[in-house]
C-alpha cells in the first residue's frame, strides 16, 4: 500500500465497475459521435459556409447592391436633383415677381393716393376750416359776446343802480321824513294820552303804509318786472340767432365740405379695393396655372416614370434575384441547416434523456 504525497489531497474511493463501464460505453456510443458531429459542424462552417456567405455576399454587392445604388444615385442626380433646383428657381421667380408687382403698388398708387389725400386734408383745413372758423369767430362769435356784454352792462348801469339809488333814497326819506316824526309822535302820544294820539296815529301809519305800497313799492316792483322781462327777451332772441347761425354753418360745411370729402374718400378707398382685388385674383390665377402646369408637365411624368421604373425593376431585377436567393437557400443552407436541427432534436429526444434518466436512476440521484 502506497503512502499518498506530502501536499496532495487522499484520492476518494473509486466508483464500482458496474457503474463506470455502462458510463464509457455510453460516452463511447454517445458523446463521441456527438463530437465527431460538432467537428464536423465548425469544419463545414469554415470551409463550406463562411466561403459560401462570402461568395453571396460579393454577388449580391455586386450584381445587386452596386446596381441598386448606381441606379438611386443616378436618379437623384438626374431627375430630383434637377426638379428641385427647377421648383426652387420656379418658386423664387413667382416670390420675385408677386414682391416686384406689390412694390411697384405701393409705390405708384397707395403711396401716391395717400399722399394725395393726406394733401387735400392739409390743404382743406388749411384753406377752408381755418378760414371759416376764424370768419366766425370774428364775426358772429365775438360781436354777439360784445353785445351780450355792452346789454349787461347798460342794464347794470341804466336800470339797476337807478333803481337801487331810488331805493336807497325812498328808505332813507322814509325814515327820515316819516319814521322819525311817527315815532317822535308815537312818543308823544303815548307820553300824553293813548285814546286821543294812538288811534291817530294808526290810521296815518295804515294811510302811510298805503301809500307806499301804490306810489312806491308797487311802481319799482314793477319796473324790475318789466326790465327782467325785456333782459331775458334779448338773451332769448340772441340765443336763437346764435343757435340759427350755428346751424346754417354747420349745414352749409357738411353740405359743400365733408359730404364731397367723404364722398371722394369712399370713392378712392373702393377703387383701391377694386385694384388689390383685381391684383390678388391675378396673382392667385398666375399661381394656379403655374402649378397645374408643373404638376401636369413636371411632376406627374415624373412620378408616372418612377412608379413604372419600380414596377420594373422590381418584375424583372428584385424579385428574380430575390426568388433564386430564397431558391438557393432553400435548398442549400436551408436543408442542412433543418437536417442538422433534426439530427439534434434526434439525439436530444432518444439518446440524452434517456440516457440522464438512466445515470440519475442508476445513482439513486433526484431529479
Same mark, same amino acid.
Given at each position: ?9 487522499? @484520492? ?11 458510463? %464509457? ?85 397707395? %403711396? ?6 393726406? $394733401? ?13 372758423? %376764424? ?38 326819506? !322814509? ?10 309822535? #308815537? @312818543? ?22 298805503? @301809500? $307806499? ?9 314793477? $319796473? ?49 379695393? !377694386? ?37 420594373? #425593376?422590381? %418584375? ?26 433534426? !439530427? ?24
Amino acid at each position: 500500500m502506497t503512502t499518498p504525497l506530502r501536499g496532495e489531497p487522499p @484520492a476518494g474511493p473509486e466508483a464500482p465497475a458496474w457503474i463506470t463501464w455502462p458510463i %464509457r460505453a455510453v460516452a463511447l456510443i454517445v458523446v463521441l459521435p456527438l463530437r465527431l458531429l460538432w467537428e464536423l459542424a465548425v469544419l463545414a462552417n469554415r470551409f463550406v459556409l463562411v466561403p459560401v456567405g462570402r461568395a453571396l455576399g460579393w454577388l449580391l454587392r455586386t450584381f445587386l447592391l452596386a446596381p441598386l445604388l448606381w441606379l438611386l444615385r443616378q436618379f437623384l442626380q438626374w431627375v430630383l436633383l434637377p426638379i428641385w433646383h427647377a421648383l426652387r428657381w420656379a418658386v423664387a421667380a413667382l416670390v420675385t415677381g408677386v414682391a416686384w408687382v406689390l412694390r411697384m403698388l405701393l409705390r405708384f398708387v397707395i %403711396r401716391p393716393i395717400g399722399l394725395a389725400i393726406v $394733401a387735400v386734408l392739409v390743404f382743406v383745413g388749411r384753406w377752408v376750416l381755418l378760414p371759416i372758423g %376764424r370768419t366766425l369767430y370774428n364775426w358772429v362769435l365775438a360781436p354777439i359776446g360784445r353785445g351780450f356784454a355792452w346789454t349787461l352792462l347798460a342794464v347794470y348801469r341804466w336800470v339797476l343802480t337807478p333803481i337801487g339809488q331810488a331805493i336807497v333814497w325812498a328808505l332813507d326819506a !322814509s325814515y327820515r321824513w316819516i319814521l322819525t316824526p311817527i315815532g317822535r309822535a #308815537i @312818543a308823544w302820544t303815548v307820553r300824553a294820552a293813548y285814546r286821543w294820539i294812538l288811534t291817530p296815529i294808526g290810521q296815518a301809519i295804515v294811510w302811510t303804509v298805503r @301809500a $307806499a305800497y301804490r306810489w312806491v313799492l308797487r311802481p319799482i316792483g314793477l $319796473a324790475i318786472a318789466w326790465t327782467a322781462a325785456t333782459i331775458g327777451s334779448a338773451i332769448g332772441w340772441t340765443a336763437r340767432m346764435i343757435g340759427a347761425a350755428i346751424t346754417w354753418a354747420a349745414r352749409m360745411i357738411y353740405r359743400w365740405l365733408l359730404r364731397p370729402i367723404g364722398l371722394a374718400i369712399a370713392w378712392t378707398a373702393r377703387t383701391i379695393g !377694386s385694384a388689390i382685388g383685381w391684383t390678388a385674383r391675378m396673382i392667385g390665377a398666375a399661381i394656379t396655372w403655374a402649378a397645374r402646369l408643373i404638376y401636369r408637365w413636371v411632376l406627374r411624368p415624373i412620378g408616372l416614370a418612377i412608379v413604372w421604373a419600380s414596377r420594373i #425593376i422590381y %418584375r424583372w431585377l428584385l424579385r428574380p434575384i430575390g426568388l433564386a436567393i430564397r431558391f438557393a437557400w432553400r435548398y442549400t443552407f436551408g436543408a442542412l441547416f433543418r437536417g442538422i436541427a433534426a !439530427s439534434g432534436r434526434w439525439l436530444r429526444d432518444e439518446v440524452l434523456r434517456p440516457t440522464r434518466t438512466a445515470v440519475r436512476a442508476a445513482l439513486g440521484l433526484r431529479r
